[in-house]
């Protein structure tokens, strides 16, 4: 007896979709009931938020395409103006009859325009007597539209008198949409991260079959025993399973160990687990090269070449300046002229460091500097006479566009900007070699 139930659907097609969306059957159930019949009308808009890897886009997609709802899915990162995303959704809606295999350009220019083609494209289609779902993934992108653009498509069931429904599915909450002159609210729905059991379960089910389920399921166990407190993001575990499987079947395949000698299989992998931890979504390693590193037995280090920090492609002035940046983030303002100056004066020692002042400054974290002392330190480290030029300002706010530096405090400050480092020490020190 499936726990999905609905009366418009047969028992059997609830059966098969509950099997493809597994840990997610309460929020299948609740989008079943806000969906209702296909000709009844539903809420104009639904709003489904999660963090990254909770199931939101597939369970979307699964339930569309096994219930056979005619629907339109859309990204809108891939159609990041509105110009693009409205004719994607009419040239998708002229492709859900059969008999039209290429959908013709038409040129959307406004929302006006949209709501004209979107009501003939409907009546084309002969989609009147059931709902039309419009599904906008990565709905966050909206925002960086024009400002008509959400509220228009949160009313669209009311602009265009038609049985539509607008699936918003966003990673942020519903109150970072909200605009300031108000709109209509949309149903919200929530998606919570997937717990341990969760993972074990969703993980465990697609066990390659020369191997047991009992097998699989000891082997994710493991997994994520050493991965779970680092990683809850269910593609990264998806990929980190797939690439140290073939490590832990290694004693099975030589015959030094049976499938159910688990300790012996633990002390097989648990090395190269620990090795796997330093590239948890880095991907500083292709999967190859991770696979013959694990062949071979070398160390991760050999590959250090490609990793995304061992090499920053930064111009001159720029390395200088977040060098100084780290200079002056790290040292108190007192030590600047021991440092930076030639001819500094007799300091005292016990004036310079306090007796009892042992407390490194890495453990108490960057501090913030003004402008003025960063462009005097930079004239004291470089060699040659650097000039004061709108290139050298230009790149402070490259390096904080980068977010190498981040501006602490407002503009309008009266003292000027102040800046804080934000990069670790071995990444300064790759970049002063």
Known sequence: MPNLEHPAYPAATLLHLESLVPCRESQVSMLLS??????QFTFPS????????????????????????????????????????????????????????????????????????????????DLQDQTLYIVLDRAEQLREMEANILPAFLRLQELTDRNVTVVLLSEIVWELFRPSTGCFEPFTLYFPDYSIGHLQKILS??????YSADFYAAYINIL??????????????????VLNFSKYCEPVVRGEANERDTRKLWKNIEPHLKKAMQTVYLREISSSQWERLQRDGGELGQFKGLSAHAHVELPYYSKFLLIAAYLASYNPVRTDKRFFLKHHGKIKKTNFMKKHEKTSNHL?????????????????IVDNRVAPTANIFSQITSLVTLQLLSMVGHNDQLDGPRYKCTVSLDFIRAVAR
């Open 364 to 380: 108490l974290g960057p501090k913030p500097f003004p402008l003025d002392r960063l462009l005097a330190i930079l004239y004291s």
């Open 224 to 241: 994520l025993g050493v991965f779970y407190m680092v990683c809850r993001d269910l593609k990264e575990l998806q990929h980190l399973a």
């Open 205 to 210: 089910h697609n066990h390659p079959p020369e």
């Open 34 to 39: 806000i969906f209702g019949e296909r000709q």
């Open 46 to 125: 639904i709003f489904i938020y999660g963090h990254t890897s909770s199931g939101k886009t597939y369970v979307i997609q699964t339930l569309l395409n096994t219930l056979r709802l005619p629907h339109v899915f859309v990204n809108c990162v891939e159609y990041f103006t509105s110009r693009l995303l409205l004719e994607e959704i009419l040239i998708q809606l002229q492709n859900c009859s059969s008999e039209t295999k290429h959908a013709s350009h038409v040129p959307c220019d406004t929302f006006n325009d949209f709501v004209r083609l979107f009501k003939q494209a409907v009546t084309c289609q």
